[in-house]
DNA sequence: GTGATAATGATAACTCGATATCATGTCAAT
DNA sequence: ATTGACATGATATCGAGTTATCATTATCAC
């Protein structure tokens, strides 16, 4: 159980070469790149492999209708999402802990920020 | 243009009686309440229009398929989820601006946080 | 190389939130 | 009370995203 296909290859070396989270339809056209044939279900199918075999995290973001995806190895960050290009970006800001701002008794464990605006391409 | 019907009322009531955001399914049970034959179209419809004239707005957490409404007439706030009991809460807690630290060409007009723990409920 | 079988690709089908349709009901100006 | 525009409710429809099906292809242990 478990054989290497190009396929596979191929979206794995999409994620290694994109500096944001992807949509399944994004590393779809972008893996096309590498293996013109391939279809959306293997895509959906390597995305749950990859996870499961924690090569890659989903990313959750709001006002995003579908499940985005990352590399695993990322370091803690955040995300800008263009409004006009609706791309989304990682950024390196982070606000920190907020627990001793909350009432007694929250307990932070995690955190996501986003923020949303126009990304370089879309300013000018 | 702007019949006050009874429906609409009613989703007026149930969202000033809420302390969370909430989806339209979540609306169209609570409404029914008040008025049993409530229909789904009708909270689309009146989700909709509450929001144009200012009394809603819409929030968008991540992980929900679908946008939440919630009274425009809180002040700006962020949400805090707890992984225990799954509620939503309400929290004054905020960054600020992130524009200065992000590269150039980035502009943010609105960010959204939300903290995820244990609500003083569920850390006992 | 061979063969068992895991993986793929094309496409149908499904999910589920949201919208469109349209006959019926209701609000409010008169 | 009348009436016409607006709102409603049941239902069909839409559409994006995702999953299921299944015949075909490709991987890899041997």
Known sequence: ?????????????????????????EVLVLAQAFV????????????????????????????HRTTLYESAQLDHHHHFHCQDCDRVFDVDVCPGSFTSQLPPGFQVNRHDLVLYGACPDCTA
């Open 1 to 25: 159980m478990g054989r290497n296909t190009e396929q596979r290859d191929a979206i794995r070396a999409v994620f290694e070469a994109s500096a944001r989270p992807l949509k399944p339809e």
């Open 36 to 63: 013109p044939a391939l279809g959306v279900a293997t895509v959906y199918r390597n995305l749950k492999r990859l996870c499961e075999t924690g090569e890659l995290r989903t990313v959750e973001l709001p006002g």
